[in-house]
């Protein structure tokens, strides 16, 4: 009996001790990232993240397996997966070399600065405008920057055609709805029943799609396929091309033939810059997202963030005032590099950068108002999709693209299964007056016929003191994917989480104007959004989630890949 109650006491003992000591007891308040040994793809869509892990088993490198990954969303995450749309590339081969692809899209010849409003100066609402139907469309660069990429900078081990058949069989024979997009599809049918294509196809001729229902789409199936067998071209010329300048001809668009023809992609340097010592490689213009998260991170490294602690109201103060005065350099400075003089240099310099965080006051909130005269808004849309990938190389590839709203204009190109973007949306649609919300845009994003439109997007590489690759990564939620990646940053650097808790954990958003801090459910104290009240901070009504993010890591000792999706949307990182 004493022996049954020692081993009792000793079981017990053990058992406290397991669960005081082991992490298990700790991991309710966070996941691990997914782990792989070789190469992982972190993505938005299961189904694109294996297509492009199958890719790179096969021999296919990092870009290979991108391009196969962003085809693959093109036909199973339709509200952002793309041909009808642009995006930006980032990449850093493994030894050490790293190059942009700018593929964003180009306003069309036609388009100019008043193209978005009437005869009165009042901006135009529903067809016509900037957000919905055959007008809201640049031309996209999606087919042309995968093209570019697999040619340039692809393994050639693997054929261009197969890096898309198995995309193009989905697309044909189907796949099975999840209840998150069954619904999706029902929650914007208000902009995709305008359209007979968007109807008949994501609508399901209005009878609505239930979770598990087969998404069958044979137009799209076709365009790749045409796509396989004359490249980029199967898309910018031929049938393609033709019912895309048909059907925007029938319905007052603006893309023609031409403008087809003519797109152009940009490789482009990427910026460069460093936190804490920290090198940090990302986008640079035509999007902001990269500048305003260097500025910003710039300005914080004049304060103890560590020491704050991660959600203190003391550094979300510091942090809000850094935001408040990048975002308004932000509305002044950037656009299309092509059209207007960026001031990089200017806006990138120590001391310049300096000056602006000496101007933040550790006890009082400065109003937007005084920080940069003028009222510019950033309104963008919110929709976008961010990938990541390393093969066994080291190479890496960080991909946002988008069509900007979920699904873009709302405007399948008739007969091409192919939605169309809203991205003429990122341009002011009304320089110098005020937009629908009473505000004014700046002349640098003016719409100019071949121009790009400014981005936040925000690919991502941030490396090791030592110059070897620490992690990657990218956001889709318009100016919201600026803070998504900036605190996701600030989290492994500052705070020492790793690549999955610093995705996860909650952030706050602030663009200088509307002059109001975005806070995500649950994601702050009542005592800290309190004390930041005290020092004069106005919050949004309604809490918001700020962007999706998307990353991968390297683990120091080991070497092993580890990939992570936010907990606030879905995905699947997959490796081997
Ligand atoms: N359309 C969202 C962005 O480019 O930032």
């Known amino acids: 009996m004493n022996q049954l109650k020692k081993l009792l006491s000793l079981f017990l ?86 190059t942009s692809i700018d593929y964003r899209e180009m306003a069309p010849k036609a388009a100019n600065r008043d193209v978005f409003v009437d005869k009165d100066g009042n901006l135009i609402k529903g067809e016509g405008s900037s957000t919905v139907g055959y007008r809201a469309s640049g031309v996209p660069g999606t087919p042309a920057g995968l093209e570019y990429a697999f040619k340039k900078y692809g393994s050639g081990k693997i054929k261009w055609t197969d890096l898309i058949e198995p995309s193009r069989l989905i697309a044909q024979n189907g ?46 199936a076709q365009t790749l396929a045409r796509i396989q067998q004359f490249g980029a071209k199967g898309f910018y010329e031929g049938k393609t091309a033709q019912m895309i300048a048909d059907d925007m001809k029938a319905h007052n668009g603006l893309i023609t033939l031409e403008d087809l023809k003519n797109y152009k992609v940009r490789e482009r340097e990427p910026l460069k810059g460093t936190y804490r010592g920290y090198p940090i490689i990302t986008m640079p213009p035509p999007s902001s997202g990269g500048i305003v998260m260097l500025q910003t991170l710039a300005m914080l490294e004049k304060f103890d963030i560590r020491k704050m602690g991660w959600a203190s109201s ?54 937007s108002q005084e920080v940069r005269a003028g009222e510019v808004q950033i309104k963008e849309g919110m929709e976008t999709t961010h990938f990541t990938v390393i093969d066994k190389n080291g190479t890496i590839v960080t991909n946002t693209y988008t069509i900007n709203d979920l699904y873009g204009s709302g405007v399948t190109a008739k007969g091409t299964g192919v939605l169309l973007n809203d991205e003429m949306d990122d341009f002011a649609a009304r320089p110098g007056k005020p937009n629908l919300f009473g505000l004014i845009q700046g002349e640098k994003n003016k719409v100019e016929p071949g121009k790009r439109p400014l981005s936040s ?53 602030h663009q200088w104007l509307p002059d109001e801090i975005m806070w995500e459910p649950f994601g702050i104290s009542d005592d800290t959004r309190k004390a930041l009240e005290s020092l004069g901070h106005k919050f949004t009504e309604r809490p918001n989630y700020v962007a999706q993010a998307t990353g991968i890591a390297i683990e120091e000792k080991t070497g092993v890949r580890l990939g992570a999706i936010d907990a606030r949307g879905d995905g699947e990182a997959i490796g081997y």
């Open 175 to 220: 796949f099975v709805l999840t209840n998150r997009l069954a619904n999706l599809f029902i929650s914007y049918k208000g902009n995709l029943e305008k359209y007979e294509d968007s109807k008949k196809i994501f609508l399901n001729n209005g009878n609505y799609f239930k979770e598990g229902d087969s998404l069958k789409q044979p137009e799209l």
């Open 457 to 509: 997007m925000t690919p991502t590489i941030v490396l090791r003191k030592d110059g070897t690759p620490w992690f990657a990564l990218g956001a889709r939620g318009g100016p919201r994917i600026i803070n998504a990646v900036l605190q996701t940053v600030i989290n492994m650097i500052d705070h020492d989480m790793n690549i999955q808790q610093a995705i996860d954990a909650p952030r706050i958003h």
């Open 314 to 367: 003391e550094k979300y103060h510091v942090l809000v005032e850094a935001l408040r005065r990048s975002f308004a350099d932000r509305a002044e400075y950037m656009g299309d590099p092509d059209f207007t003089t960026v001031p990089l240099t200017q806006l990138l310099d120590k001391t310049y950068l300096e000056k602006r965080a000496a101007t933040i006051n550790l006890s009082k909130a400065s109003s």
């Open 13 to 98: 003992l053990f058992t406290f001790c397991f669960l005081l000591f082991s992490p298990v007891t700790a991991k309710a308040a966070w996941r691990d990232p997914v782990r792989a040994q070789h190469a992982i793809v972190a993505s938005q869509s299961p189904f694109a993240a294996k297509i492009g892990s199958d890719v790179m088993k096969k021999g296919g490198n990092a870009i290979d397996a991108a391009v196969a990954v962003a085809i693959a969303m093109a036909v199973t995450y339709p509200e952002a997966g793309n041909l009808g749309g642009g995006g930006f590339m980032l990449i850093r081969f493994s030894d050490g070399r790293t």
